[in-house]
T-cell receptor
Framework: NAGVTQTPKFQVLKTGQSMTLQCAQD?????MYWYRQDPGMGLRLIYY???????DKGEVPNGYNVSRLNKREFSLRLESAAPSQTSVYFC???????????FGPGTRLTVL | AQSVTQLGSHVSVSEGALVLLRCNYS??????LFWYVQYPNQGLQLLLK??????LVKGINGFEAEFKKSETSFHLTKPSAHMSDAAEYFC?????????????FGAGTRLAVHP
């Protein structure tokens, strides 16, 4: 049981490049989330997916797109990376509102 | 919308001293509340959660938190700090606005434990 996995762990991009962050969970959870973590700002929700086939914007969606490929996988795409997107990105999943939310190990992204 | 305020971005205690990390939430309905811990270069893991059962919730590693509706607080405590408790701690509340299931996080409190 791997929980929530993310790839890659580290990535360096140049301004304007694109990339996709991958996330998968093996707990059969309906809901999945993408957060970014910046110093002093806690975790801010980028996008979430309440169930397979649905996605919704969170607090900071600009510059990102997501795909809920199936129940297991939820990817985050940066179409044209900007230095302001330098951050640590976490994927998470959970079942219900009172349930524990499980986090992946994170992707550390630097945009030059 | 829900919000969470963590008082004190940095807290420093001596080993063996009481740990108190403060969290206040805004909610018009009884919330689900969580404390998560993040060790350096790792993801977040659950310490404990309140889901409208007992108001005093016990978690892992000797931590506990008390839900006080009158104060809209959910402060995290540990009677005796250990060096291994040094980490960042996040309080979070479930937000069911619009029928969707999201967690809203506070800005975090970094706990330092010194000998």
């Amino acid at each position: 049981n791997a929980g929530v996995t993310q790839t890659p762990k580290f990535q360096v991009l140049k301004t304007g490049q694109s990339m996709t962050l991958q996330c998968a969970q093996d707990m059969n959870h309906n809901s999945m989330y993408w957060y970014r973590q910046d110093p002093g700002m806690g975790l801010r929700l980028i996008y979430y997916s309440a169930s397979e086939g649905t996605t919704d914007k969170g607090e900071v969606p600009n510059g990102y797109n997501v795909s809920r490929l199936n129940k297991r996988e939820f990817s985050l795409r940066l179409e044209s990376a900007a230095p302001s997107q330098t951050s640590v990105y976490f994927c998470a999943s959970r079942q219900g509102a009172s349930d524990t939310q499980y986090f992946g190990p994170g992707t550390r992204l630097t945009v030059l | 919308a829900q919000s969470v305020t963590q008082l004190g971005s940095h807290v420093s205690v001596s080993e063996g001293a009481l740990v108190l990390l403060r969290c206040n939430y805004s909610s018009s309905v009884p919330p689900y509340l969580f404390w998560y811990v993040q060790y350096p270069n790792q993801g977040l893991q659950l310490l404990l959660k309140y889901t409208s059962a007992a108001t005093l919730v016990k978690g892992i590693n000797g931590f506990e938190a008390e839900f006080k509706k009158s104060e809209t607080s959910f402060h995290l405590t540990k009677p005796s700090a250990h060096m291994s408790d040094a980490a960042e701690y996040f309080c979070a509340v479930s937000d069911l606005t619009g029928g969707y299931n999201k967690l809203i996080f506070g800005a975090g409190t970094r706990l330092a434990v010194h000998p």
